[in-house]
């Protein structure tokens, strides 16, 4: 054989080998992502309007969300997650802020940080109304602080 | 013919215990003895060399596997079935609470032995040449220790592992650009449920368990290969005796080893296989003579020691369970965060950092924490393994320690609801 004809092979050989790897690793890592998640839909109804009180948010444990009502300005949705470290957020309504359990993150009530580790304020979601007049949240659709549904 | 005698012969080849021979042939001949020397010095037995810290981890290790495979036969993965089956284990089972103690116990004493066992081999100097590589190992079955604990927290599927392992993973998320992903990768979806569990389950049961074998068995051959367990300190050669030897090749300014003059032409038996000249440390010139004498069978004085420190680490873990249940609170309720929620609490400090700035503290502080690990053994150049000679190393080491102990200390104990700091003997009022 001759040396170039193996040194040819010896390369094509060789970057098989690693192109194979690595298509490998991609494999794996592409194996371990789900494609289905089997978790609380992202995406979903929480009953009409007129469930909602006006005044202090209401607190949705399941879908871990405040609900605000506002007579001028509408609806709007915050999630309860800490941007933190995850955990869930309660609302005082004696200094109408949200205080975070874990590592005493405070939060005004539009979400601004106020105090503690969070590195970002509470986010807020989009919410729509549906056709059967139900409201529609989804928690995949991230909205500024001044997003208001007007029902 | 006798044919007990013929099936006892096919299966021990060995010499009668009573000869040397035949003590050498219990260890080489034996698969699970091979890995210890046929002789070994009496200095090695000392507990106040080693305090048997290696031991005891790989005992502890021993406990967890069997106890964790009698566990598996009550538990299934999946919510909410997994918290039922940890009630049966607390409530119905016959010895289920003994089984699951010991292995919580067990848990807790592997972390706290591998931390101890690697303060050892650094004040003694054990990390040193040639011996680099093995605490690079070390590290890794460290990590993988905390890994393994820390994918066990989940299982019981309670608050206390719910909460622990949200804020847990969060921390992770915080590493630039691959975080996220990562988190995603390990629970399997966007929050801790049940394809968490189920990934969880399989790394704590088959993948880690696995690599820590793996691992553990090179670590064992590199203490061979790389000498034997290094010399106690009070055996280094004291100060203004004799010039050390230097050993290596003539052109490599860098010491090789440095040895007794007497000590090279010294050859070793059939086990001590080393290419060219064996590698030495320093000895007392006072002690050299004494050496050979110092020099037992490996059977029976270091299997009954080792006997011994099993016994010892087994009772323990046995006396612990009997009188101290492993927690178990009410079933994980992903819209309840209790106050505070705390990760598992050899990542307390970690948390307690992560308090103050979670990408420093969370991510940049322990990925150099590990880094500085990983290259002490190749950043410390200096070839003394007496304290007194390296007092800069073993200052450096004993704050990284302490640190890491007063951080835990302050995370578990004196942070109470909301994460402010409270003393442990104050009660807060209407604290969950």
Redesign the interface.
């Given at each position: 054989m001759k040396r170039r004809t193996f040194l040819n092979w010896g390369t094509a050989g060789l970057g098989t080998l690693w192109a194979a790897i690595g298509v490998s690793l991609g494999a794996v890592v592409r194996f371990l992502t789900p494609s289905v998640y089997y978790e609380p839909p992202r995406n979903f109804k929480i009953g009409t309007p007129a469930d909602f009180p006006f005044g202090p948010p209401t607190f949705l444990a399941d879908e871990k969300i405040f609900v605000f009502r506002d007579k001028e300005k509408g609806f709007a949705v915050a999630s309860a997650v800490c941007t933190h470290l995850g955990c869930t957020v309660q609302y005082f309504t004696s200094d109408r802020r949200f205080h975070c359990p874990c590592h005493g993150s405070v939060f005004a009530s539009d979400g601004a940080v106020l105090h503690g580790p969070a590195p970002r304020p509470l986010e807020w979601v989009e919410v729509t109304l549906a056709r059967d007049g139900q409201l529609r949240v989804d928690k995949n659709k991230v909205v500024s602080a001044s997003y208001r549904l007007m029902v | 013919m006798n044919p007990f005698r013929d099936v006892w012969q096919s299966i021990f080849r060995r010499d009668p215990l009573s000869t040397d021979k035949g003590k050498s042939e219990l260890v080489f001949l034996n698969l699970w003895l091979h890995i210890h020397p046929a002789k070994v010095h009496k200095e090695h037995f000392r507990v106040k060399h080693t305090g048997y810290l290696g031991f005891l981890t790989f005992y502890l290790f021993l406990v967890l596997v069997t106890t964790g495979v009698a566990l598996m036969f009550y538990y299934r993965p999946h919510p909410p079935e997994a918290y039922q089956d940890m009630k049966d284990l607390r409530f119905v089972v016959f010895l289920g609470p003994f089984l699951r103690n010991m292995h919580r116990w067990s848990a807790h004493g592997m972390v706290i032995c591998v931390f101890l066992h690697m303060c050892r081999v650094f004040y003694t100097g054990s990390y040193k040449r040639p011996r680099q590589f093995n605490w690079v190992i070390g590290v890794a079955l460290l990590l993988l220790t905390l890994g393994l604990s820390f994918t066990g927290y989940l299982l019981p599927w309670d608050q206390l592992a719910f909460?622990a392992i949200?804020?847990g993973?969060?921390?992770g998320s915080y590493a630039p650009v691959i975080g996220p992903g990562l988190r995603?990768?390990l629970l399997?979806?966007?929050?801790v449920?049940?394809?968490a569990l189920l990934r969880f389950y399989v790394l704590h049961v088959a993948v880690l368990p696995s690599a820590v074998v793996l691992l553990t068995m090179v670590h064992f051959w590199r203490i061979r290969k790389d000498g034997g367990l290094s010399r106690p300190l009070w055996k280094l050669r004291a100060e203004g005796s004799p010039p050390l030897v230097r050993i290596g090749e003539p052109a490599e300014p860098e010491l090789r080893a440095v040895v007794l003059p007497a000590a090279r032409e010294k050859t070793y038996g059939l086990m001590e296989v080393v290419r060219g000249k064996p590698l030495f440390e320093v000895v007392a010139s006072a002690e050299e003579e004494e050496e050979e004498k110092d020099v037992v069978f490996s059977y029976p004085y270091a299997f009954f020691r080792e006997g011994i420190a099993l016994l010892v680490t087994v009772a323990s873990v046995m006396a612990l369970s009997l009188f101290w249940n492993a927690p178990l609170e009410e079933m994980a309720n992903?819209?309840?965060?209790?106050?505070?929620?705390k990760a598992p609490w050899y990542f307390l400090g970690l948390?307690e950092m992560?308090?103050?700035?979670?990408?420093i503290g969370g991510v940049v502080a322990p990925a150099l924490m590990v880094l500085a690990l990983v290259a002490i053994p190749y950043l410390d150049s200096n070839p003394s393994r007496r304290l007194s000679e390296r007092k800069w190393a073993v200052w450096a080491f004993t704050v990284f320690a302490l640190a890491n102990v007063v951080l835990i200390i302050v995370g578990t104990l004196f942070r109470g609801?909301?994460?402010?700091l409270v003393p442990p003997w104050v009660h807060i009022q209407g604290a969950e």
């Amino acid at each position: 054989m001759k040396r170039r004809t193996f040194l040819n092979w010896g390369t094509a050989g060789l970057g098989t080998l690693w192109a194979a790897i690595g298509v490998s690793l991609g494999a794996v890592v592409r194996f371990l992502t789900p494609s289905v998640y089997y978790e609380p839909p992202r995406n979903f109804k929480i009953g009409t309007p007129a469930d909602f009180p006006f005044g202090p948010p209401t607190f949705l444990a399941d879908e871990k969300i405040f609900v605000f009502r506002d007579k001028e300005k509408g609806f709007a949705v915050a999630s309860a997650v800490c941007t933190h470290l995850g955990c869930t957020v309660q609302y005082f309504t004696s200094d109408r802020r949200f205080h975070c359990p874990c590592h005493g993150s405070v939060f005004a009530s539009d979400g601004a940080v106020l105090h503690g580790p969070a590195p970002r304020p509470l986010e807020w979601v989009e919410v729509t109304l549906a056709r059967d007049g139900q409201l529609r949240v989804d928690k995949n659709k991230v909205v500024s602080a001044s997003y208001r549904l007007m029902v | 013919m006798n044919p007990f005698r013929d099936v006892w012969q096919s299966i021990f080849r060995r010499d009668p215990l009573s000869t040397d021979k035949g003590k050498s042939e219990l260890v080489f001949l034996n698969l699970w003895l091979h890995i210890h020397p046929a002789k070994v010095h009496k200095e090695h037995f000392r507990v106040k060399h080693t305090g048997y810290l290696g031991f005891l981890t790989f005992y502890l290790f021993l406990v967890l596997v069997t106890t964790g495979v009698a566990l598996m036969f009550y538990y299934r993965p999946h919510p909410p079935e997994a918290y039922q089956d940890m009630k049966d284990l607390r409530f119905v089972v016959f010895l289920g609470p003994f089984l699951r103690n010991m292995h919580r116990w067990s848990a807790h004493g592997m972390v706290i032995c591998v931390f101890l066992h690697m303060c050892r081999v650094f004040y003694t100097g054990s990390y040193k040449r040639p011996r680099q590589f093995n605490w690079v190992i070390g590290v890794a079955l460290l990590l993988l220790t905390l890994g393994l604990s820390f994918t066990g927290y989940l299982l019981p599927w309670d608050q206390l592992a719910f909460w622990a392992i949200t804020v847990g993973t969060n921390i992770g998320s915080y590493a630039p650009v691959i975080g996220p992903g990562l988190r995603q990768l390990l629970l399997g979806g966007h929050t801790v449920g049940e394809s968490a569990l189920l990934r969880f389950y399989v790394l704590h049961v088959a993948v880690l368990p696995s690599a820590v074998v793996l691992l553990t068995m090179v670590h064992f051959w590199r203490i061979r290969k790389d000498g034997g367990l290094s010399r106690p300190l009070w055996k280094l050669r004291a100060e203004g005796s004799p010039p050390l030897v230097r050993i290596g090749e003539p052109a490599e300014p860098e010491l090789r080893a440095v040895v007794l003059p007497a000590a090279r032409e010294k050859t070793y038996g059939l086990m001590e296989v080393v290419r060219g000249k064996p590698l030495f440390e320093v000895v007392a010139s006072a002690e050299e003579e004494e050496e050979e004498k110092d020099v037992v069978f490996s059977y029976p004085y270091a299997f009954f020691r080792e006997g011994i420190a099993l016994l010892v680490t087994v009772a323990s873990v046995m006396a612990l369970s009997l009188f101290w249940n492993a927690p178990l609170e009410e079933m994980a309720n992903p819209a309840k965060t209790p106050n505070p929620a705390k990760a598992p609490w050899y990542f307390l400090g970690l948390q307690e950092m992560v308090s103050h700035s979670a990408l420093i503290g969370g991510v940049v502080a322990p990925a150099l924490m590990v880094l500085a690990l990983v290259a002490i053994p190749y950043l410390d150049s200096n070839p003394s393994r007496r304290l007194s000679e390296r007092k800069w190393a073993v200052w450096a080491f004993t704050v990284f320690a302490l640190a890491n102990v007063v951080l835990i200390i302050v995370g578990t104990l004196f942070r109470g609801p909301g994460w402010a700091l409270v003393p442990p003997w104050v009660h807060i009022q209407g604290a969950e």
